[in-house]
Structures are given as C-alpha cells and as structure tokens.
C-alpha cells in the first residue's frame, strides 16, 4: 500500500470561487485522492483557506465586520461548497489557525539562525487618517504621464505606465480617500532566496519526470536577468501571524506580521496539525506525513494549482523549506492547469462574469460539473466552457450512456426475470467483453496515476460505452424469446457492469456512483484488479432495485436560459 500526500492550491477567502478555480486545483486533486483511496492506497488529501492579507482585511471592512469574525464565516462557506462538491478532503483548514502560525513563526526562526534573514529599511507611505501603512496599490491619484485621475500607486491603468506611489499627483488613501498621507521609514525582513540559488536549482534538476510547463517556468524565474531575488516577508498589516523567532519576540518587529504568501503554503503542513487536532490524533500522526525523519520517507507528495502559482511552489516555498534546514517532505509531482475561459471570454469574479460555484449547486447536481470540467480539463491550454458543449456533454456521456445502461438492464430485469440476478453462464461474447475491459481498465489506471485528467476521462467513458455496445449486440431482450437461459447470463453480465461502473467512475462522479452500488445492493467497493472476478461479484440470486433516473437531460430551453442568467453582474 502506497502512502500519498495530496495538496490543492489553498482558495483565498474573499469569496465564492467559480468553476474556473475549481478545476485549476481542488477538482482533479480530489480526482486523485478518490482514486488512490479506491485503489486502497493511503491518502492524506489537504486544502485551506488562504485568510491573510490587505484583501481579507478590505474585504471585512466593505462587510462591515472584524476580520476574524469575516474570515471564519467565509470559511465556513467555503468548505459547506466544497462538501456539496463531493470534495473529500480530509481536512480542509485556515491559515490562521493557531498551528499555521506557530510553524510559520518556526520557519522564520530557522531562516534566521541559518542566516538567510535580512533587515532592510524602506520608506513607504503611511496614512494618518486610517492610522495604517499602505500598500502602493491601495494609494491612489492623478497619473504624472496622463493626467488619469485614478491611477494606482503602482501603475496607471490608463497608460499602463509602472509608478511609485510618490510620483503621484494629490496622491489619497483607496481606503478612506483621505489625503493626510506622509512618507515614513519602516523595517522589514527579506529572505535571502539569492542564497538559496544553486540547491533550488539542484532540486528542479532532480525533478526529471516534472512537466516541461513546470519547469521551465521555474528555471526562468530562477536565472533569467539578475536571477532569484531576495522577498520581502513581513508587512505593516494587523491581521497576519505576528513576525516572531520561534517562540521569542523580534526586536523592532513589533506591530508587523508576515507576508501572505510567506505563511499561506506553510499552512499546507499546518493543517495537518489541524486535522490531528480536530480527530483527536498525536503530533506523531501528523509528522509521519511531513517529516522524513518521523516515517515519511516513503511518502509521495503531489500538488495541484493553477499555473500562475507554480513559481511560489517551485522556488518561494521550496526556499523556505531548504533554507530551514529541517527534514520536511518536499513535494514529489506538481500538477499544473492552464486556464478555463467562459463562453466567448474569461470568468471574472469582479464582474460576476460565468458561474460560481454556489449557482451551480443550485442549477444542477455536483456530478454534472464534476464530469464536464474533469472531462475539458484545461491541461495541455487553456480550454472553454459554453453551454452548448456542457448540454452535450451532459446528455451524451451521462444520460445517454450510462444513466441510460443501468435503466435498461435493470428494468428488463425486473420485467423478465425478477429484481434479483439471474442464473446463467457467460459465454462467447462475454469473455471477449472481459478481455476488452481489462485492456481498458489498465490504460485507465495508467492515465490516473500519470493525473492525465482527460485522457482519464476519455477511457471511462470508452469502458461505458463498451457494455452499451455489448448489450445492443447480444440484445437478451431478443435472446430471451428463444434461449431463455442465455438470456440470463447476459443480463447477469450487465447487473455486475453496474458495480463495476459504479468503482470505476466513483472518482469522477461519486453521488451517481453511490446511487449505483445502493441500488445493486452491495457494499463491495474493491478495484477490478481481476476484471474476470469483478464481473462475476454479484452471484445469481443477489436481489437489487431499480434506481431513479441517474441524469436528467439538459434541455434547450434551460441552456438557453442559463446562458442569459450567467452573462455578467452577479447579484
Ligand atoms: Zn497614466
């Protein structure tokens, strides 16, 4: 038994996510983790949400609620989706838990006695008024280039050109529009990732089976210009960990917290405390995932993100680990998407622009995504989704071909023979079957555990229409007037299909895959290593029920209506 350790980019808590986030990390990461369960591996499958920063802080203000209060009640959204969503973390935690920052404070502490901290002064503007440091994009004023009103402190999003906040003409707070702002000195801590240079590079060498997408994004931050730069790590920010050495205060730290992106993939770890925590577990069931001292040594870690994250989980993190000199685990394959665009455009959460995770729980069942967007993964470019693609996807794949099979031979059943399965040998046709399917179910575990999603995808779909193709050519309802018996190894054949089907396609479309193994009455949920002896576990005589439609198909006038609905400007 393998032991795999699964992690998805950790959402930030400003709000509900839409599709396009859902399949750039957290939907094929659960994919994975479902899978390898199935397989009987053991699996330790981690998510967050990603609390800290001026964003979670303006956020709550707009909210009019503390920070805290925002943050958990946020969370505690976002993980009710992400269970409607049939994703199976283990645990799904916060990075402002307490043991998010103790183990950032920790690092921090290492990084220093390693020598990899420095203390750099800056002048950065502070407002009186809002009593706070603000960051170059939360200052606004007139554009010294183009006399734009409302340029950023950062660059004028009329002319695009790049500025400081000082080049700003009647330069005022974003926050609370007041003008009483003044340059201040302030001290902040960089990591020395310049130092840190060659073992990165070192590493991603070793890194032989990575995809060239990832790497060559990594190598390029890595050497090209003036190579890997030293990172700021602290902000003048309330809400944040608190910058500390371990245990001990930083002298003339006080009042700071860490950067965001500096606690944000600790907390990959730290929720593994967490999930110790909340199950009543030791610090040894923990540390025997993370730390190759503690029995991880035989861990194989995997991530999931998007690809705009790859250079944090590349270089940033790995920094951080390398740099503490600690025996941590680091992470063995990183899985990264390209982006999904909507209809004719891109998702835009600013202009509520294609659909959110929320709305689509309320349109139509999870498995329904599940199933179109594992299926268009955006894995080697960026893929689209529109509506007319996801109505035929829908009908086709899951009404048609499965949902349609297990109506079929149930129902024939229960008409001819009773709601049991009947007694009769398998012959010619089925052994072919049984070759056909093992071929297939072998390809498919090669494409899961390569986390080549749609090709994954495309094989399942290849072994349901398989049986259908099976079933339209021995045709026992024909059988059945002259060979009665012959009849009854067929449909034994099919009811045992629907298992089968309902194993194999449990990672993808897991409440369609339940329904199945409910209505056929069995518990047994062990992978086809044998597909000869996976197509003879329901014995002759085993009674089962006729379920419900599986899935309802997509009708033109609700794609047509939903088309409209999801346009733009969210309520
Ligand atoms: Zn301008």
Request: with cysteine; hydrophobic share 35%; net charge negative.
């Amino acid at each position: 038994m393998a032991r795999i350790l699964i992690t998805s980019a950790i959402p930030y808590i400003n709000g509900i996510k839409h599709l396009g986030n859902l399949i750039g990390s957290q939907l094929p990461a659960d994919l994975y983790a479902r899978y390898n369960r199935g397989r009987g591996n053991e699996v330790m499958f981690l998510c967050a949400t990603d609390e800290h920063g001026t964003p979670a802080e303006l956020a709550a203000a707009k909210a009019g609620k503390p920070v805290a209060e925002y943050c958990a009640e946020m969370h505690g959204v976002q993980s009710d989706i992400a269970d409607r969503f049939g994703l199976s973390f283990d645990h799904f935690g916060r990075s402002s838990s307490p043991q998010n920052h103790k183990l950032t404070q920790h690092f921090a502490g290492k990084l220093a006695e390693a020598g990899l901290i420095r203390e750099v002064s800056e002048k950065q503007v502070y407002s009186n008024a809002d009593g706070r440091f603000l960051p170059d994009r939360y200052i606004e004023g007139t554009c010294p280039n183009c006399g734009y009103e409302k340029a950023r402190g950062d660059q004028c999003e009329n002319c695009t050109k790049q500025l400081d906040p000082t080049d700003l003409i009647d330069p005022r707070s974003a926050i609370s529009g007041s003008t009483d702002l003044e340059v201040r000195e302030t001290k902040h801590l960089y990591l020395c990732q310049s130092q840190l240079k060659d073992q990165l590079d070192a590493w991603i060498d070793s890194k032989a089976d990575w995809p060239v997408l990832t790497t060559s994004i990594a190598k390029k931050w890595l050497h090209d210009g003036d190579g890997l730069q030293d990172r700021g790590i602290t902000r003048d920010l309330d809400w944040g960990v608190p910058v500390k050495k371990g245990d001990e205060d930083w002298p003339g730290m006080e009042g700071k917290v860490f950067y965001v992106w500096f606690d944000a993939p600790i907390e990959y770890i730290a929720c593994a405390g967490e999930w110790a925590e909340a199950t009543s577990r030791s610090d040894a069931d923990w540390e025997r995932w993370w730390r190759t001292d503690k029995g991880a040594e035989d861990v194989k870690y995997v991530q999931f993100m998007g690809k705009d994250n790859v250079p944090f989980h590349t270089l940033s993190f790995p920094a951080t680990i390398l740099g503490s000199g600690e025996p941590w685990k680091m992470v063995d394959h990183l899985k990264s998407f390209n982006y999904l665009n909507y209809d004719g455009g891109q998702f835009s959460t600013s202009q509520g622009r294609g659909v959110f995770m929320d709305q689509a729980l309320d349109i139509l069942p999870a498995d329904y995504w599940r199933w179109w967007l594992l299926s268009h993964a955006p894995e080697n470019s960026d893929s689209e989704f529109t509506w007319e693609n996801f109505q035929t996807s829908v009908n086709k794949d899951l009404a048609d071909v499965l949902g349609n099979f297990v109506s079929r031979i149930t129902k024939f059943c229960r008409s001819k023979f009773s709601e049991a399965v009947p007694d009769g040998a398998y012959g010619e046709a089925e052994k072919a079957l049984i070759a056909d399917l093992t071929t297939r179910v072998r390809a498919y575990e090669q494409h899961m555990e390569a986390m080549e999603v749609r090709k994954s995808a495309q094989e399942l779909r290849a072994i349901w229409v398989a049986g259908n193709e099976y079933l339209q050519n021995t045709a026992p309802w024909t059988a059945f007037k002259t060979d009665p018996e012959k009849a009854a190894g067929q449909v034994r054949m099919g009811l045992n299909l629907i298992r089968f089907y309902a194993v194999l396609s449990a990672p993808f479309i897991p409440t369609a895959s339940a329904k199945m193994l409910s209505a056929m009455n069995t518990l047994d949920t062990s992978w086809p290593d044998d597909v000869d002896a996976a197509l003879n576990a329901l014995p002759a005589g085993h009674e089962f029920t006729v379920p419900e439609v599986l899935f309802a198909k997509i009708t033109d006038e609700q794609r047509e209506d939903w088309q409209e609905r999801f346009s733009g400007t969210r309520d």
